[in-house]
Each structure stands twice: as structure tokens, then as C-alpha cells.
């Protein structure tokens, strides 16, 4: 049976008749009183291993947390690094889509105006031998054809 420091305090041992306390008795409570304490100091030491180890658990969970709020702050600051980086590039990109499409139009309005040119002096040429044929067919055949 274990005592409590209460119930230790308000207990008294029997007296014997003539001289005091029976030993037996007395000895018997303190037994009981011995064992009482030594469960209770060893709970006590367990208290204090696991307070110690929930202690260690702790720096050790505090130590992580760190690490990992350092290592979000990291995270982020690389993926607006990496936004801003792909910003640049699609930027770039654009750009130079704009600069093949203003080449690409450059190049088709020279073919344009190359053609159109070409044209002219293919109308010019056929005129000219429209106009010779027409000057050498008499008129007579120029009526039958």
C-alpha cells in the first residue's frame, strides 16, 4: 500500500501499554513508509529522464523548425528569382519573335515590290510584241484571226 505524505503526517503508531510504541508496529510503518518513498523517488527519476529527453525532443524540434523556415525563405526567394528570370526570357523571346516577323514582312514586301516590277516589265514586253505583231499582220488577216 502506498502512503501518501498526508496520510504519513496524520498517522500514529499504537502504544504499548507500559512503555511507548510497540516496535514491531513502528517498524512495520516505516517499512511501509520506506517503500512509499522509494516509489515515489523512482517515479520522480523517471519524471525527470523523460522531462530531460521531452527537453532534447524540443531543441531538437526548435532546431528543425529553424532549418525549415530558413529553408522556406530560401524556396521562396529562389522561385521569385526563377519568375522574374523566366519574365526576362519570355520577354526576350517576344522580342525576337518581333524582329523574325518584322524581317519576314521586310523580305515579303521586297519580293512584293521585286514582283510587282517584274510584272510591269513582262506587260511591257508583251505590249511591245502585241504592238509589233499587230504593226506586221495586215489587215485583212488581223479580221479573219
Same mark, same amino acid.
Given at each position: 500500500? #502506498?502512503?501518501?505524505?498526508?496520510?504519513?503526517? /496524520?498517522?500514529?503508531?499504537?502504544k504499548?501499554?507500559?512503555?511507548?510504541?510497540?516496535?514491531?508496529?513502528?517498524?512495520?510503518?516505516?517499512?511501509?513508509i520506506?517503500?512509499?518513498?522509494?516509489?515515489?523517488? %523512482?517515479?520522480?527519476?523517471d519524471? *525527470?529522464?523523460?522531462? !530531460?529527453?521531452?527537453?532534447?525532443? $524540443?531543441?531538437?524540434?526548435?532546431?528543425?523548425?529553424?532549418?525549415?523556415?530558413?529553408? $522556406?525563405v530560401?524556396?521562396?526567394k529562389? +522561385?521569385?528569382?526563377?519568375?522574374?528570370? &523566366?519574365?526576362?526570357?519570355?520577354? $526576350?523571346i517576344? !522580342?525576337?519573335? %518581333?524582329?523574325?516577323?518584322?524581317?519576314?514582312?521586310? /523580305?515579303?514586301? +521586297?519580293?512584293?515590290?521585286?514582283?510587282l516590277?517584274?510584272?510591269?516589265?513582262?506587260?511591257? $514586253?508583251?505590249? &511591245?510584241?502585241? *504592238? #509589233?505583231?499587230?504593226?506586221?499582220?495586215?489587215? &485583212?488577216? #488581223?479580221? +479573219? &484571226?
Amino acid at each position: 500500500m #502506498a502512503l501518501t505524505p498526508v496520510e504519513i503526517r /496524520h498517522l500514529k503508531p499504537p502504544k504499548a501499554v507500559v512503555r511507548g510504541y510497540r516496535r514491531t508496529s513502528v517498524d512495520a510503518l516505516l517499512d511501509e513508509i520506506v517503500v512509499s518513498f522509494e516509489d515515489v523517488w %523512482r517515479e520522480r527519476a523517471d519524471f *525527470a529522464d523523460k522531462i !530531460e529527453q521531452l527537453e532534447g525532443d $524540443l531543441v531538437r524540434y526548435r532546431e528543425l523548425e529553424s532549418l525549415l523556415r530558413t529553408t $522556406l525563405v530560401s524556396a521562396e526567394k529562389a +522561385a521569385v528569382t526563377l519568375k522574374e528570370q &523566366a519574365g526576362k526570357e519570355a520577354d $526576350l523571346i517576344v !522580342e525576337e519573335a %518581333r524582329a523574325e516577323a518584322r524581317s519576314i514582312a521586310r /523580305h515579303a514586301r +521586297a519580293d512584293h515590290d521585286r514582283l510587282l516590277g517584274e510584272i510591269r516589265r513582262m506587260r511591257s $514586253l508583251l505590249r &511591245a510584241a502585241l *504592238a #509589233a505583231v499587230e504593226d506586221d499582220v495586215p489587215p &485583212a488577216e #488581223a479580221e +479573219a &484571226a
